[in-house]
């Protein structure tokens, strides 16, 4: 009889800090989550809006009471990795919805860029 197996997902990328220092977002303390909101601590390579994603995750954490990200929702964390630019990486491109859209539903229909495009 079939079964179905449930396998975890692609774990994150470690955190790499600008001291050396390495760490996983799924084992971060709401300390070093507060450190990164405010600015003292730091990634080693860190964008202008990772410190927003940073605060939002150490608002959601102390409003959930949670002390350690471990404690938190899958889908928090993915929000967050999101945000930090730790999801899958999409440097092939990301595909056009329509085209999945018609391919989904089966319509064998041509697109052009522009509609004026077509036998004249």
């Given at each position: 009889?079939?079964?179905v197996?449930?396998?975890?997902?692609?774990?994150?990328?470690?955190l790499?800090?600008?001291?050396?220092d390495?760490?996983?977002?799924?084992s971060?303390?709401?300390?070093?989550?507060?450190d990164?909101a405010?600015?003292?601590?730091r990634?080693a390579?860190e964008?202008?809006?990772?410190?927003?994603?940073?605060t939002?995750?150490?608002?959601?954490?102390?409003?959930l009471g949670?002390?350690?990200?471990?404690?938190?929702?899958?889908?928090?964390?993915?929000?967050?990795?999101?945000s930090l630019?730790?999801?899958?990486?999409?440097?092939?491109?990301?595909?056009?919805?329509?085209?999945g859209?018609r391919?989904?539903?089966?319509?064998d229909?041509?697109?052009?860029d522009?509609?004026?495009q077509?036998?004249?």
């Amino acid at each position: 009889m079939p079964g179905v197996g449930i396998v975890d997902p692609h774990p994150l990328p470690p955190l790499q800090f600008e001291d050396g220092d390495t760490a996983s977002l799924e084992s971060l303390s709401v300390e070093v989550v507060r450190d990164l909101a405010v600015g003292h601590r730091r990634l080693a390579f860190e964008l202008v809006r990772d410190r927003a994603a940073w605060t939002m995750l150490y608002e959601l954490m102390t409003a959930l009471g949670k002390s350690n990200t471990s404690e938190m929702s899958n889908l928090d964390l993915e929000a967050t990795a999101a945000s930090l630019g730790l999801g899958e990486d999409i440097s092939g491109g990301v595909r056009s919805f329509d085209e999945g859209w018609r391919a989904v539903e089966g319509l064998d229909v041509p697109m052009f860029d522009n509609p004026c495009q077509g036998d004249a």
